[in-house]
């Protein structure tokens, strides 16, 4: 049998629509992450979340299917116009790529459209109710007259004589209301996407419902409106390479401008429209027919991500709309340095408290003995307590802040808080070249006893408080003068726009990441060969990265047991005879957004934790850290605890399969699978990882390895 047979025969089980192209035993990395989607939206249908939690799951969906044109399809549409710009041979293939997703998008919108139907009903019981169309003279009638007399007619600036141009200058994601009469007006971001009236209960109403029953009332529009609402390219490219710092601002302002008005991906439309409105979309705008969408039920459905957060407390908790408040662990803020220096701090975000990295910060802010505070900033809350302690602390020791200016959506908050911080004193630099600042590290210099010790925190995620209540993201604080030695290294480089490099502890990106990886795959897969137990476990957001699948699967045929939590976007295929047997891939979505990046290695004994993903930006695009786990009782904590938790989630995890589809596991097997260590925390009884790590931080982690 030839190679080329081979692996063909391998491929059976994956349907060819999935493939990244012919003989490629990879998942095409926008249908996966398309499957991710469908996933949270699952989480919508799920009668056994809470309502107001459903609905958010099902805002979220909107709101990840927006980012996934402006960023993921409008850069498979720049390869599909200079692949046929240039007649490559691979323009076909791609071709099809963009039909497969414009059909999945299509089916999944009708998706939505079935959950919205499905929660509009299910929810009333709860005291929530969606409010689309009331009767005239009714009591949800008159209070939708009163939202939009107060909040959305002020808004509005009615414009007449409408044409296709005013369509071809719509910012992007914006929408427009046109009437038959020609009358048309913006409807300004500012105007909230769904408006909520705690009212005997809570009663929703979408923009548009508003607009389309009360709004031509009150002008005297003809008629009932259509929406068009535009999506664009979204992404834009800077490399900062040799600029004068001072200059940096105004391009990055320059960069986010440009993207108002990116080339045209995505139109979708709702109601009664021109039929020459909609053709000129598609023929003007050089789209394709899939890329102008109805929208069966609203554009303003992503209003729904964020609606529980603007219900009062009290409505919320009356009628038990969302799930209680989460017991953090926090521990007391006195002696932190003493208690680092004793071992090292695990922090396990949301279950701990944020308070805990912030109350550190204040402390050392306070603290005579510290010389010097350092952070790297991505994406921050501008109004996240420890920015306040720090500009007052930049008066009286060194303050400095490295800021990525290019972090996606979030350039002009890092802008507006790079100069707030200046202003206090605050030494600011920035990202630089074409390498994005993606490492979280945060570094405290301190003098004691005549003697500088180095205090470093390190984190999966961002220091944002807002989100680190929604995120689950790993994190150390530790006093160990290796990797304080590597992290003053680190910051030294990239203040000095250097690519930092030579380590001893940490791993970097771009220089060493993916070799290292590369390097334990191929320990574990030699260990399998010579008869020894050979183990890896990654939990990481996204697995794209070809040649680590292949490592991968080199891996599993040499007998490698490997598990992959995998939470979005993943090309590798498991379970496949020959090629992935020993594979198994496994997604958690869950009340909180899974964020954390662990690597795990059993015959290397080697573990990580990262701000990086398994992707080809993150290994060479983005400067990045993976950073290991020395202290014995945190490791144990993640052997025994932690990844066994998530292989054993029986409630909210799905497994791949080799069809490339995802189903939920059986109980039986998950249990077989956890064979890192034992806890007697686990109990016998079905596991939901995210309430099982609550219940470990609300009881202080009494009987694990980080119990004091």
């Not at 573990?607 to 400067?623: E, T, V």
Request: with cysteine; proline share 7%; aromatic share 8%.
């Amino acid at each position: 049998m030839t190679e080329t047979t081979r692996q063909r025969d391998l491929l059976l089980p994956t349907p060819r629509s999935l493939l990244s192209g012919p003989g490629q035993p990879l998942l095409q990395r926008d249908l996966s992450w398309l499957q991710f989607n469908d996933r949270v939206l699952a989480e919508a249908r799920a009668g056994s979340n809470p309502p107001l939690e459903r609905l958010k799951f099902l805002g979220i969906t909107a709101s990840n299917l927006d980012e996934f044109f402006m960023i993921r399809f409008a850069s498979l549409q720049r390869r599909v116009s200079t692949a046929i710009r240039r007649n490559d041979p691979d323009r076909g293939a791609l071709l099809r790529v963009r039909e497969q997703v414009l059909e999945t998008v299509s089916k999944f919108v009708a998706r939505q459209t079935e959950t919205l139907e499905l929660l509009t009903a299910e929810v009333a019981p709860a005291g929530i109710r969606i409010v689309r169309e009331a009767p005239e003279g009714s009591p949800e009638f008159e209070m939708g007259k009163r939202i939009c007399d107060d909040q959305v007619l002020p808004k509005l600036t009615p414009r007449y004589n409408f044409a296709f141009p005013h369509v071809r200058a719509l910012p992007n994601l914006w929408t427009i209301a046109v009437y038959p009469n020609g009358m048309w007006f913006e409807l300004p971001r500012s105007l909230p996407a769904v408006l909520a009236v705690p009212e005997n209960g809570v009663f929703l109403f979408f923009l548009e419902d508003l607009i389309a029953t009360h709004v031509g009332r009150t002008l005297r529009a003809v008629g009932r409106p259509g929406f068009l609402r535009m999506t664009r390219d979204g992404d834009f490219s800077l490399d900062l390479t040799e600029e004068d710092p001072e200059t940096i601002p105004d391009l990055v302002r320059s960069g986010v401008g440009a993207r108002e008005l990116g080339r045209p991906v995505r139109i979708q439309y709702l109601g009664d429209l021109p039929p020459r409105v909609l053709s000129r979309c598609v023929s003007r705008m050089k789209l394709v027919p899939g890329q102008l969408l109805p929208v069966p039920h609203t554009p303003y459905l992503q209003g729904l991500s964020t609606i529980a957060h603007d219900i009062p407390e009290v409505v919320k908790k009356d009628l038990s709309m969302t799930y209680p408040p989460l017991a953090t662990f926090l521990p007391g803020a006195s002696g932190i340095f003493d208690r680092i220096r004793r071992r090292d701090i695990l922090l396990h975000h949301p279950y701990d408290s944020f308070d805990t990295y912030v109350n550190w910060i204040r402390a050392a802010c306070d603290d005579a003995a510290v010389e010097r505070i350092e952070q790297t900033i991505y994406r921050i809350d501008r109004l996240s307590p420890e920015l306040g302690a720090l500009k007052e602390a930049a008066k009286r020791k060194v303050i400095r802040v490295i800021i990525e200016p290019r972090a996606r959506f979030d350039e002009l908050n890092n802008l507006r808080l790079a100069e707030e911080l200046a202003a206090a004193g605050v030494e600011v630099g920035f990202g630089f070249g074409r390498l994005k600042l993606h490492a979280k590290v945060a570094l405290v210099t301190r003098r004691e006893e005549g003697v500088v010790r180095v205090y470093t925190h390190l984190s999966t995620g961002n220091y944002n408080a807002a989100t680190a209540r929604q995120y689950e993201d790993l994190a150390i604080m530790t006093a160990h003068a290796g990797i304080g030695k590597d992290a003053r290294t680190f910051f030294d480089s990239v203040w000095d726009g250097k690519v930092p490099d030579g380590f001893r502890f940490l791993v970097p990106a771009p220089t060493a990441l993916r070799r290292r990886l590369l390097a334990h795959i191929r320990q574990e897969t030699e260990a399998a060969k010579k008869g020894r137990p050979a183990r890896i476990v990654a939990k990481v957001n996204a697995l794209i990265d070809p040649v680590v699948v292949q490592h991968l699967y080199g891996a599993s045929q040499a007998g490698v047991s490997v598990d992959l939590v995998v939470r979005g976007a993943c090309s590798l295929i498991p379970g496949v005879r020959a090629l992935s047997d020993n594979i198994r891939v496994i997604s958690v979505v869950d009340r909180f957004l899974e964020h954390s990046r662990i690597y795990y290695f059993g015959d290397s004994k080697a573990l990580y934790f990262s701000s990086a993903d398994w992707m080809p930006r993150n290994f060479f695009s983005r400067l990045e850290l993976a950073f290991p786990i020395l202290d014995p009782n945190l490791r144990r904590f993640v052997e025994e605890v932690v990844l066994p938790a998530y292989l054993g989630d029986t409630a909210k995890a799905r497994e791949l399969t080799p069809q490339g589809t995802w189903k939920r596991r059986a109980e039986p097997a998950i249990r077989s699978a956890l064979k890192l260590g034992s806890s007697p925390v686990f109990g016998k009884g079905p596991i939901r990882s995210q309430f099982f790590f609550e219940s470990l931080a609300a009881n202080g982690y009494r009987g694990t390895p980080l119990e004091f």
